[in-house]
């Protein structure tokens, strides 16, 4: 099994500019989790969906952040205008349907290191 | 009431040592009761979990202490190895968090060779 793959693994943009952030969940799994992580703040749960809808949005920042699950094997997270407080490491973890002993277990992927200049 | 605390920040151990990382919760709704690790450049991943039927759980040198009562657990790591220097995060999750992980904030261990 491949693990959660993401995409790109670092990305340097200039503030103002759009970021793009992808992830392909793990083949089976319906739930997909995008996360930010800093020093400062930790590990934050921006938005969670459950198979491709979107149920938990209450982490986005603020409306310069979207995200999108076109179909199972594949999510976006979307940054327009970037600014240089957006600067973390983003990651995606997916999880597997309800209802087996790990059913809560997230598989993370290995994160997008964003720095916005 | 959905958050969980955890302590240490950091915390430095010499090789050999059992280091205990703590959690502490409110929700009684919970019932599960993660550990995940991260290593620098990658991200978490599961360590052990425990529910709270059981008030230890052991895999290897890592061992899940629970206290219902207190709402409160701890991990720790037996005979302590510089491999095991990483970023440690609790977590819980239950019925009324619609079964998300709500993280503690981690802790950074250092294992002193």
């Known amino acids: 099994d491949a693990g959660v793959i993401q995409s790109p693994r670092h990305e340097v943009t200039e503030m103002g500019q759009e970021v793009t952030l992808r992830c392909k969940p793990i083949?089976?799994?319906?739930?997909l989790f995008w996360y930010r992580q800093t020093m400062m703040r930790g590990l934050e749960l921006l938005i969670y969906?459950?198979?491709?809808?979107?149920?938990?949005d209450s982490g986005m920042p603020e409306d310069r952040f979207s995200a999108k699950m076109p179909n199972a094997s594949f999510s976006t997270l979307k940054i327009q205008p970037s600014e240089p407080r957006d600067s973390a490491v983003y990651f995606c973890?997916?999880?597997?349907?309800f209802g087996g002993g790990e059913t809560d277990t997230q598989y993370f992927g290995p994160g997008t290191r964003l720095t916005v200049l | 009431q959905q958050q969980v605390k955890q302590s240490p920040q950091s915390l430095i151990v010499q090789k050999g040592g059992i280091p205990i990382i703590n959690c502490a919760y409110e929700?009684?709704?919970?019932?599960?009761f993660p550990w995940y690790q991260q290593f620098p450049g990658k991200g978490p991943a599961l360590l052990i979990a425990?529910?709270?039927d059981v008030s230890e759980k052991k895999e290897g040198r890592f061992t899940i202490s629970f206290n219902k009562s207190a709402k409160q657990f701890s991990l720790h790591i037996m005979d302590s190895q510089p491999g095991d220097s990483a970023t440690y995060f609790c977590?819980?999750?239950?019925?009324?968090?619609?079964?998300?992980?709500?993280w503690g904030a981690g802790t950074k261990l250092i294992i002193k060779p």
């Open positions: 929700n009684t709704a919970f019932d599960y």
């Open positions: 969906f459950n198979n491709n809808v979107p149920i938990d």
């Open positions: 425990i529910r709270p």
């Open positions: 973890a997916s999880s597997p349907p």
């Open positions: 977590a819980a999750s239950g019925w009324d968090s619609n079964y998300q992980l709500i």
């Open positions: 083949s089976g799994h319906n739930s």
